[in-house]
């Protein structure tokens, strides 16, 4: 199962029952879940016994599979996860042997699903109007890498003028997402990468987008929205077709609204928000493919992370010297969380990693390790020639300045002691608290350490002349 289809199992299997029973009722879910969430062997379980008509006895089902201990092991696997996600259940009726059963309506929207039929508009309904104005795969793919681009570049902090240039703006909504998902931090205006964020910044684009639908689907309840409405939406999203416009008449008032957020993403496009009409882009329409769906559509729609041509761009040298072939401002943003570049070309900047910059690095959360995948995973292919791929002093010392860095922090602030009296110390340290400041105490001896000062010192200045704190 790939990293994304975990992420949203993982979501999965977190729901109860009847939200299934719900979920299930739209054919298009059930296809979605049955192709992505399902191995081979489970889909060939349900494939079975989608016509059979009757329930099947537990040793018919157990005799499908040979009866060696890798193939029991997969086929007590298929079964167990098809009861995790309430496709198959066991039925134990009187006198009769224990069989499974495919769940209803699980097993009529399949069907529906596989054989068409109905007027559910579970796959979304085409216009049957031409648009005015229509937008092309081209201009989809490029809308969406421009969007996704945006939210990246908003989380290392590179969303600077080429990219407003490009006309993405994140909505408020958006920002305040990717910081209660604790992908970024806000330090006084500005946002932060966190830890979780550059771990976020190296999965695959697939990947990416579940994360932070899965984000949204958390917050749903919060905005009012019906949780279950989201995700069927979603799963429908997976199911349209890439340059095809849809009717926005069918939508629920919930669908509505997720369309206006999406958009911001890049995962839908519309003309405007009053438009009658929506078109899924690349990002929507692979939501529930494999994850290598993605790539292999990378000629329209590629992870930003990437070069044009699909190769690495770094380059690094054993006194730590950093080259990277590459004009994205995206790229170089990243490259600048853990680098001190120093010059810029055209198409190249080079620069050096040195102990400060991998202690500032640190300092975000970001790790070492995630700094030597990233250098890895995105080496030049002359770099690639190498083995190690990257020079072992250089990935020796990356490591030493963050333990380094572990052993011992330094906090520079002031020390406020030789109180007169414990309520006295009590009081101000307590302010101190309250304001944020206080880094240490120790009540005993009645001091504490605070990072500013100036607060505290008013605080002071107030109280009664008996304390003698300084």
């Known amino acids: 199962m790939s990293g994304s289809s975990l992420r949203s199992f993982e979501y999965l299997e977190s729901l109860p029952g009847t939200v299934f029973n719900r979920l299930y009722q739209q054919p298009s879910t059930a296809l979605a879940i049955f192709r992505r969430m399902l191995t081979h062997l489970a889909k060939t379980f349900v494939m079975a016994m989608l016509y059979i008509g009757h329930s099947l006895s537990v040793t018919d089902l157990e005799s499908w599979v040979r009866p060696d201990s890798r193939r029991i092991r997969d086929r007590d696997q298929a079964i167990n996860l098809l009861e995790r996600l309430h496709i198959l259940r066991v039925t134990a009726d009187p006198g009769k042997p224990r069989a499974y059963i495919i769940t209803n309506p699980f097993l009529g929207s399949l069907r529906l699903a596989l054989t068409g039929g109905g007027n559910h508009n579970s796959f979304g309904v085409p216009c ?34 080429s990219l407003v240039d490009e006309g993405v703006r994140l909505s408020d909504g958006v920002k305040k997402l990717l910081k209660d998902g604790g992908l970024v931090k806000q330090r006084l205006s500005k946002a932060e990468i966190t830890q979780e964020g550059f771990a976020f910044i190296l999965q695959e684009v697939n990947a990416q987008v579940w994360t932070v639908l899965i984000y949204y689907l958390d917050a749903a309840e919060e905005m009012n929205m019906d949780s279950v409405d989201v995700l069927s939406f979603l799963f429908m999203l997976g199911s349209l077709e890439l340059g095809q416009d849809y009717s926005k008449a069918t939508l ?13 993403f890049g995962i839908v496009y519309q003309h405007a928000t009053t438009s009658s009409r929506f078109y899924p882009t690349r990002l929507a329409t692979t939501l529930t493919s494999d994850s290598g769906a993605l790539r292999s559509a990378s000629a329209g729609f590629d992870n930003a992370l990437r070069s044009p041509d699909g190769k690495g761009f770094i380059v690094i040298e054993t006194n730590y010297r950093v080259y990277a072939y590459t004009t994205s401002q995206l790229q170089i943003a990243i490259l600048q969380l853990f680098t001190r570049l120093s010059t810029r070309y055209p198409n190249m900047v080079a620069g050096k990693i040195t102990r400060e910059s991998i202690r500032h690095a640190v300092a975000m959360g970001i790790t070492s390790e995630q700094i030597i995948s990233f250098l890895a995973t995105h080496a030049h292919p002359q770099m690639r ?38 309520a006295d110390y009590e009081a101000c340290s307590k302010y101190a608290e309250e304001i944020g400041v206080s880094v240490w105490k120790n009540e005993n001896r009645r001091m504490f350490f605070v990072t500013r000062y100036e607060q505290v010192a008013a605080y002071l200045k107030n109280r009664p002349k008996k304390i003698a704190g300084s």
């Open 385 to 422: 020639k190498n083995n190690p791929i990257l020079p072992a002093t250089v990935v020796d010392q990356i490591r030493l300045w963050q333990i380094e860095g572990e052993r011992m922090k330094a906090t520079p602030g002031f020390l406020f002691k030789d109180f007169l009296t414990t």
């Open 252 to 264: 629920t008032p919930t669908q509505l609204q997720m369309l206006d957020d999406l958009s911001d």
């Open 128 to 161: 049957n109007t031409p648009d005015k104005n229509p937008i092309s795969v081209a201009e989809l793919d490029e809308y969406a890498r421009r969007q996704w681009e945006g939210v990246l570049g908003y989380m290392v902090g590179s969303a600077g003028a």
